[in-house]
C-alpha cells in the first residue's frame, strides 16, 4: 500500500511535469508566432521598397517620354 506522502509526491512530481510539457508548448506556439510576424514584417517591407523602386522607374519612363 502506498502511504500518504509517497501519494502527494507522486502528484506534485505528475504536476511537474504537466506543468512543464505545457509550458514548453505555449513557447512553441509563441516562438513560431514572432517567427512568422518577423517573416511577414521583413516581406511588407520589401513590397514596399519594389514599390518605390517601380515608381521611380516609371518617373523616369514618364521624363523621357516628355524630353522625345
Known sequence: MV???ER???IAQEM??????????ITSIITTA??????EVGELVTD???LRDAAKKA???EKK???S
Open 16 to 25: 511537474v511535469q504537466n506543468t512543464a510539457s505545457r509550458v514548453g508548448n
Open 48 to 50: 514596399g521598397f519594389e
Open 8 to 10: 502527494n509526491k507522486d
Open 59 to 61: 518617373e523616369k519612363a
Open 3 to 5: 502511504g500518504r506522502v
Open 34 to 39: 514572432v517567427g512568422d510576424v518577423a517573416r
Open 65 to 67: 517620354a516628355e524630353e
